[in-house]
């Protein structure tokens, strides 16, 4: 079962074994240019030059973004174009979450001429950070045509290849690494979790106990260890597992974190909430943005909170299932949340004020909600209100969309016809989230779109027209589809809302679907994340929602085989009137 699986491990040629290599980040020998004339200035700005590097990692690791860019800006200024420099800004604008900027600034530093292989693969590290997997690949295939012998470019392209679902190849890659290195554990511990997602747990475990024979001290390789025993259900060697790699790195956000993951799946919820709390270790955890005392659970009357955000926005729309007890306490409650769910949150909650500042540098919108006395991060939530199962309420939907939108999309399904008006989500996640193990092409979907009396409507965020024209000139069916519900999210949950049943892969939809009422069919991973638990037909979070598993990784035929059987009996034996209470039925 996947949890949270820990990163894989991309390494710049010649790092060793710190944990700086395990999180990605990187040492700091680089390109170093050549002496000219003027041999001491030029000794004297590399001098400088290092300090400024070596700077900007501290202030990284620290989290304190604002040195670290002027660090990088600094050392463009004693040396405009330099590669290196340009490098450290993109990391800085990934932190900064400025994607579009992070790009610009590696292109910029790729552009530079005469760049060694050491300098390129970091720049293919970041490439990955950015989730830009054919960039990366690139980069590291660059560095192959020049010397194929290059260990540590074969082990990131693998990562590459496996973030792009061409899995045999990653294996190759993964494989050509350990035949250059043979004692290469990091190598080991890629290919590990490659053999794991591949559904060959056994493989996958000898792999990363030969990892940690070879390197005791190997925390991450001990954490995913884990992992794989719970995968195969021997859950008290999977705590074992975790409790090793936290007596190694006990501070590490990642591994409690997984070990959190872990307890939640397993329904013991009142131990992973307290576990979760230990990814404020985190790199990317959002510390130190506000100066407020923490709020403790105890009753807000009288008092003002701030709710932060650190989530996606499917965890945000899960975790907003809370606010309900949360305004309970008393108390006025301001609640930063994702841009797209501001006017959402404030129809369905009125009793509380929302932000949709998500992440905006620096925080100064913060000051029209003025006084605050405490904060808590919207993560933290369910510590205080989802402690057994009993806890989850039996909702009928918390969300609601606006109500004119919503006539307004009943008419246009109207238009399509007699039948039911079915959601599809069929692609979640991303390279970084193992989006190949929980999307399903649609031609997998043939069963269930082909059936009689039903109308299908695309719930994809991104345009996907292309695709969907050629699977209808292939196949004859018409997947709906509203490029309204692209840009903007209130389309989106007026036309689910509308919606008869979703069917939906692990994605967003799932979230705002069950937040809504309307009931959700989810095809499940074998491996899944931590919301789905570990086995069952239903999902706490959502009493809308049902859970169809899937029993071999990658194998979704007998998954949509149950669902187009399940439609069928939908379809044939009830009417529209009673589909709300079979839709869900257990």
Same mark, same amino acid.
């Given at each position: ?39 001491? +200035?030029?000794? $004297?700005?590399? !001098? ?52 579009? %900027? ?58 590459? =290849?496996?973030?792009?679902? @061409?899995?045999?190849?990653? =294996? ?9 290195? #043979? ?14 997602? /591949? ?37 008290? *060697? ?27 799946? &397993? ?25 407020? #005392? ?11 909170? /701030?709710?932060?955000? %650190? ?14 007890? /949360? ?23 009125? *009793? ?9 540098? #620096? @925080? ?15 993560? +933290? ?11 989850? #309420? ?35 996640? !991303? ?7 929980? +999307?399903?092409?649609?031609? !997998? ?13 695309? /719930? *994809? ?8 024209? +050629? ?15 692209? $840009? ?15 069917? $939906? ?32 037909? $239903? ?11 899937? &029993? %071999? ?34």
């Amino acid at each position: 079962m996947l949890l949270r699986l820990l990163k894989d491990i991309c390494l710049p040629e010649g790092a060793g074994s710190s944990r700086k290599a395990e999180t990605g980040a990187l040492p700091l020998s680089g390109v170093r240019p050549s002496r000219t004339n003027g041999g001491e +200035s030029i000794e $004297s700005d590399d !001098t400088a030059i290092d300090r400024l590097y070596q700077q900007v990692e501290k202030a990284l690791a620290e989290g304190d973004l604002a040195l670290a860019e002027a660090c990088c800006q600094k050392a463009l200024d004693l040396r405009p174009g330099a590669a290196l420099a340009s490098f450290h800004l993109a990391r800085v604008r990934l932190a900064q979450r400025r994607l579009p %900027e992070a790009s610009e600034c590696l292109n910029r530093a790729e552009s530079v001429p005469g760049l060694d292989a050491k300098t390129r693969n970091r720049i293919g590290i970041v490439w990955l950070d950015l989730d830009d997997c054919a960039r990366a690949e690139t980069c590291f295939r660059s560095i192959l045509a020049k010397d194929d012998t290059h260990a540590y470019a074969w082990c990131n392209l693998g990562i590459a =290849l496996q973030r792009k679902g @061409d899995l045999e190849e990653a =294996l190759a890659c993964f494989r050509r690494a350990l035949k250059l290195k #043979p004692d290469f554990v990091e190598a080991m511990h890629n290919y590990g979790l490659l053999l794991r997602d /591949l559904g060959r747990p056994a493989e996958a475990l000898a792999m990363l106990e030969h990892a940690v024979l070879l390197k005791p001290e190997f925390a991450l390789a001990h954490a995913n260890i884990g992992v794989v025993h719970q995968d195969l259900g021997d859950i008290d *060697q999977a705590f074992a597992a975790f409790d090793r790699a936290l007596e190694l790195e006990p501070e590490s956000g990642d591994i409690h974190l997984t070990k959190a993951h872990l307890l939640l799946s &397993a329904g013991r919820f009142r131990e992973g909430w307290e576990e979760q709390e230990y990814r404020r270790l985190a790199p990317e955890f959002p510390r130190g943005r506000f100066p407020f #005392p923490e709020w403790k659970g105890e009753d807000l009357t009288g008092k003002n909170l /701030l709710v932060y955000a %650190e989530q996606g926005i499917g965890d945000e729309i899960m975790l907003a299932g809370c606010f309900p007890d /949360l305004f309970a306490k008393g108390g006025r409650c301001v609640i930063e949340c994702d841009p797209r769910l501001e006017t959402l949150y404030r129809r369905s909650f009125p *009793q509380a004020e929302f932000a949709g500042k998500r992440f905006k540098k #620096p @925080d100064t919108w913060l000051e029209a909600f003025r006084p605050i006395d405490l904060q808590i991060p919207v993560g +933290s939530l369910p510590r205080f209100f989802r402690n057994e199962e009993v806890d989850f #309420p039996r909702h009928s939907g918390y969300l609601e969309a606006d109500p004119r939108r919503v006539g307004r999309w009943k008419e246009r399904l109207a238009a399509l016809g007699p039948g039911l008006k079915i959601g599809l989500s069929w692609r979640g996640g !991303t390279s970084r989230t193992n989006a190949y193990l929980r +999307s399903i092409p649609l031609e !997998t979907w043939l069963p269930v779109l082909s059936r009689p009396n039903t109308h299908f409507v695309n /719930l *994809q965020y991104t345009d996907c027209r292309a695709e969907l024209d +050629s699977f209808h000139s292939r196949h004859g069916i018409r997947i709906h589809s509203w490029r309204e519900i692209e $840009s903007d999210y209130e389309e989106t949950a007026a036309l689910v809302a509308s919606l008869d049943l979703v069917i $939906s892969v692990c994605t967003a939809v799932v979230h705002l679907a069950g937040a809504l009422g309307v009931p959700v069919w989810v095809l499940v991973p074998s491996s899944p994340g931590w919301r789905y638990l570990r086995e069952g037909a $239903s999902l706490p979070w959502y009493p809308a929602a049902r859970l169809f598993r899937q &029993a %071999e990784p990658l194998h979704w035929e007998p998954v949509i085989v149950e669902i187009g059987t399940e439609l069928e009996s939908l379809t044939n034996a009830f009417s529209l009137r009673n589909f709300d209470d079979v839709a869900v039925a257990r």
